[in-house]
């Protein structure tokens, strides 16, 4: 892609644009020769970019992924009341199908967040508020995010995660959590299996960008004497409408 004016502005939204859409990272260099700028020039804008938090290099130091101020705007997006109603009516409508309760989720550097949670009306349920923050490593949401991100920048995260037990069921090492990843990875759904809280169950499905990319993460969760991880799998078919139904939305 050359671009057609030497506008400066032009040229920073074409390089956050190339850094969004890359998977796993893109390098300078990659950046400056699929959009024609001269080196010293994408040097230059990746710097002040880098400097203004809209993007920021991944831990091997050269790879480039957004920033923590690109992500702010990203959840402003969310969060607006046109599309957060939206996403919400679609989590509602699930919650009700499947009985239990429906949470759309995303992955901030080590953790997840919760970006949206529709509650039931059992007695017996975890009670995670919006925005609440947890581990990657044993939530069937963090799991499925670090198994459909590149191998090299797994391997890479994994590394760099504190891999604490949260239950007698979490994966403690690299190797263990690896296995784990190998199956979500060719199946793409994902499961708690009392590794985050002993006693409750999850399942996890990716919601994906019109690029193919794991945008977030739509999970179900349930005590497992209520709904054992093998019941709650069954849900899986309803999950993935309600994916179409959150990706037609965030195409809008």
Known sequence: MSLSTNSTLLRAIAIMEEVVRAEGGVTAAEIGKRL????PTAHR???QLEQEGLIKREL?????APGPRMKQLAFGILANPSVSASLRAVLQRLAEQVGETCNLSVRSE?????FDRVETNWPVRVQLVPGSRLPLHCTASGKL?????????RRTLIASLALKPHTPHTATTPEQLEERLKLIERERISTDNEE???????????VYDRANHVLASLAIHAPSMRQPIEQLLKQVPLMREATRELESILEE
């Open 36 to 39: 024609d700028i001269p080196k």
């Open 45 to 47: 804008l990746l710097g």
């Open 196 to 206: 985050f809280i002993e006693g409750m169950v999850a399942v996890a499905v990716p």
């Open 145 to 153: 995010f670090l198994a459909l991100m590149p191998r090299e920048q």
């Open 60 to 64: 091997d130091g050269r790879h480039l």
């Open 110 to 114: 080590h953790e997840v967040i919760y």
